[in-house]
């Protein structure tokens, strides 16, 4: 992706100590993107967010005010296309699940180099889960626990959406944990098809985020097609 690719990623990082908010939002700056916003606070946080509208929000967990999963789920509910990168000192699995749940497109230590989150920005701004190594082990096996769980049915449940093959073959490669570029390197496409095959599937399924999407796989047993 080239720095004019990347200047067109907008950015907003959110913590509550100036001085790693300030080194964060400079360092991704200089590397292309455009950091559009900053903020404190889990309130100041949403605000802004909702008015600038960012592509990627950099989020820390333990933020004044509101905690940053209440952030993440009220930005992502209203606006599912954004992507949140989780930025922590925290790596306690309760904190990476719940930080999930709550429409965290991926989770990454604070222990982690300048480049290394330069390169997770860029990532989840193209839909790719972003996880610190271990944790995404960690994360796919909560939702196969989760999968195992009964689920109780209504009567008057709608019926399956009906995907199409191709459709169906981008999920089930999703839910293996390939990346949208490995999926379109397998498949022979490009990583634009293989983006618009997720859209087409998150529409029809009713479903917000690449996160839900992997459960949904899960339950159904495309993971081990």
């Known amino acids: 992706m080239s720095t004019n690719e990347l200047h067109e990623i907008r950015v907003m990082v959110v913590d509550d100590h100036p001085m790693w908010r300030d080194a964060v939002a400079r360092d991704l ?59 922590s000192a925290s790596g306690e699995h309760a904190d990476v699940l719940e930080a999930v749940k709550s429409g965290a497109t991926g989770y990454l230590l604070k222990s982690a180099g300048a480049q290394e989150l330069i390169d997770a920005v ?39 959406p009906q995907l199409t093959d191709r459709e169906t073959e981008v999920l089930r490669l999703v839910a293996k944990g390939l990346s949208y570029k490995q999926i379109a390197e397998r498949l022979v496409i490009s990583h634009r098809t293989v983006q618009n095959h997720v859209q087409n599937t998150l529409g029809k399924l009713q479903l917000h985020n690449r996160v839900e999407l992997v459960r949904y796989a899960i339950e159904r047993g495309l993971d081990d097609a």
């Open 122 to 160: 860029r990532r989840t701004a193209a839909g790719d889960p972003v996880f610190t190594p271990g944790l995404a082990g960690l994360v796919l096996g909560e939702y196969r626990r989760l999968a195992t769980d009964p689920v109780p049915t209504a009567s008057d449940e709608p019926k399956a």
């Open 29 to 87: 700056a200089a590397a292309g993107f455009d950091v559009v916003a900053t903020a404190g606070d889990g309130p100041e946080a949403v605000r802004r967010a909702r008015a600038v509208t960012p592509d990627v929000l950099v989020l820390d967990l333990n933020l004044p005010g509101m905690p940053g999963v209440q952030v993440c789920k009220e930005l992502v509910g209203a606006h599912p296309a954004l992507r949140v990168l989780v930025l």
